[in-house]
């Protein structure tokens, strides 16, 4: 009944849902909060002094094998495995799995599968743009159907081809993911393989001018490496603007080895002391499901090749694959880290999950309480927290805050 509700506002009333999530965040974003957000990352410093990233990734395995290995009802499908840049990060156009779009089958089926294993939000995303499948009204439909809410993560240049469909269907679909990687155009269309800037910027303005007043939440993210790390001032300044609460709704990830390939990984990683081998994965110990486009279901985002499978949803419901052989025998090699079988595993790296936490928290204080500083004033501190950081020096760290 609440679903209901919430689902007729959202799709009759956008005022209403932009005065509510106003409320709601000048209740949750208050003084009291970051101070908190502040002390929480001070923890976290003194956690990574005492345990190696590795270390904790065996505690994080042992506590889900002591629990059976949990599956979470979370589940990403593949609407479509097509993308109209290829990003230098991503590089899609190394996936070797047939290109398409989901069948109405398929997403009939994995809509069923979503609601029956609790699954209440989807993402529509792994390999490709969702904005990229020209049948994405049809889509939507069908998770309106089954009470779905789903998410969206694109870069946002094909966004003007389906402004009316998001408008209409604001109850499914009320949040969009906007991924950008430079502030400047030398640097996004060098990051954003095929993007252009100015394409960007007319995007992004109808989403502001457009979207938002429809009831949507904007937020935008970048993936940060050493080609872009002297523009995260200029990143701030440039599309705070667009978003309501930058200091919740802008967000920064360290670039990870998500493409089979590592050469770029590797040349931009900006923390290598603090890069391990991702065995054992979270994903793997405690699976949700990322649905192909062809119904097949894999554990991870980064199976460019299909060699991650563990099953398909037309010959087994979802909660039966999650504990099938394939999975149980992909989590003992994870368990023992023994992942030969495994290439994509064996190559997979990732940068200690806490520098991102640390990252996160200090530009959300820093953007809470000095909301409109210029450029430099942010690039100054994430310099510092780079060189820190580099350097295995963590006493400066709770100076960023001053």
């Not at 001070?42 to 956690?47: A, F, S």
């Not at 159907?145 to 998001?166: A, E, K, P, W």
């Not at 705070?240 to 709704?249: E, G």
């Not at 530009?363 to 809470?368: E, M, T, V």
Request: hydrophobic share 35%; proline share 4%.
């Amino acid at each position: 009944m609440l679903n209901m509700a919430r689902n007729r506002i959202l799709r009759h009333c956008p005022p209403a849902v932009r005065l509510f999530r106003e409320c709601r965040d000048f209740y949750l974003h208050r003084d009291s909060q970051f101070e908190k957000l502040r002390a929480d990352c001070l923890e976290t410093v003194r956690d990574m002094r005492e345990r190696p990233f590795a270390m904790l990734q065996a505690e994080h395995e042992q506590q889900a094998y002591d629990e059976g290995y949990p599956t979470r009802a979370h589940m990403t499908i593949e609407i479509n495995n097509t993308c109209n840049i290829d990003c230098l990060m991503c590089k899609t156009s190394l996936s070797t799995r047939r290109k398409g779009t989901i069948s109405s089958e398929t997403l009939e089926s994995a809509a069923q599968q979503a609601k029956k294993h609790g699954v209440r939000y989807v993402e529509l995303h792994t390999i490709g743009d969702p904005l990229a499948n020209p049948r994405l009204r049809d889509v939507l439909r069908v998770f309106r159907r089954y009470g779905l809410r789903v998410g969206i993560s694109t870069n946002g240049l094909l966004l003007y081809r389906h402004l009316d469909t998001l408008l209409e269907f604001r109850d499914v679909c009320s949040g969009i993911w906007f991924s950008i990687d430079g502030a400047t155009p030398s640097t996004y269309e060098k990051i954003r393989a095929g993007g252009k800037w100015d394409e960007l910027l007319r995007n992004m303005e109808l989403a502001w001018s457009r979207l938002r007043p429809g009831g949507y939440d904007i937020r935008i993210g970048m993936v940060v490496s050493a080609d872009n790390i002297g523009e995260v001032g200029l990143f701030i300044e440039r599309f705070r603007s667009y978003v309501r609460a930058p200091h919740s709704r802008l967000r920064f990830a360290f670039v990870s080895s998500l493409s089979p390939d590592n050469q770029y990984f590797h040349e931009v990683n900006l923390f290598r002391n603090h890069t391990a081998l991702n065995v054992p994965c979270r994903q793997v110990v405690r699976p949700g499901a990322h649905m192909l486009v062809d119904g097949r279901v894999t554990v991870c985002s980064r199976d460019y090749d299909g060699s991650l499978v563990i099953g398909n949803l037309v010959d087994k419901p979802l909660e039966e694959i999650l504990v099938d052989r394939p999975m149980k025998t992909l989590q003992e090699a994870h368990r023992v880290r023994e992942v030969a079988a495994y290439p994509l595993c064996q190559t997979c790296f990732l940068v200690d999950t806490r520098l991102g936490t640390l990252f996160n928290g200090l530009l959300s204080y820093l953007l809470f309480n000095h909301p409109t500083q210029r450029s430099d004033f942010y690039q100054e501190r994430v310099d510092r927290f780079v060189q820190m950081f580099q350097h295995d020096d963590y006493s400066g760290y709770p100076t960023l805050f001053h």
